[in-house]
């Protein structure tokens, strides 16, 4: 299967998709895969990483829709990328698609297989991709809390 990886163009989202050890745990299954030029700097890992674990680069990310029968995502595509998904492709990602009716309508119109993070289970029901980023943003969240309690922030009008 070709795998393609993009740099997230969602705003302040820094994460990628794919780590280079998860490239080489692909490639040496006999899977190709593709990582946009830059896709993981935000996220500490440089190109010359993913070309070790056997990635190729590519800077055009229409030619990663194209060519990819997967595309593997941190965040729910944004409305520049909607043109560029195509019938049968897989999209696994985090969705969320609650909120964003438009993206539905988009992915169903393109026939996309859509596999979202959130919904993938373990016979136990647990949900292993989305309770470690439930556990991350808990943590955070008290971070956030005392930072915008600081009297700066109140004088900045934040609450």
């Known amino acids: 299967m070709k795998i393609g990886c993009l740099k997230e163009i969602k705003t302040h989202e820094y994460r990628v998709g794919l780590t280079p050890s998860d490239v080489k745990s692909y490639v040496s299954r006999g899977h190709q895969v593709v990582i946009q030029h830059g896709a993981g700097e935000a996220a500490g890992f440089v190109d010359d990483e993913y070309i070790k674990a056997g990635a190729q680069i590519e800077t055009d990310r229409k030619k990663i829709f194209d060519g990819s029968e997967m595309i593997i995502k941190v965040k729910e595509p944004l409305p520049p990328e909607y043109p560029l998904l195509r019938e049968g492709q897989i ?69």
């Open 91 to 159: 999209l696994f990602t985090y969705l969320h698609l609650a909120p964003v009716p438009d993206l539905t309508e988009a992915l169903l119109k393109a026939k996309i297989v859509g596999i979202a993070y959130e919904t993938i289970q373990l016979e136990d029901r647990s949900l292993p991709l989305l309770t470690p980023m439930s556990e991350i943003a808990g943590r955070m969240s008290i971070h956030i809390g005392s930072f915008f309690l600081h009297k700066e922030r109140a004088e900045e009008g934040c609450f």
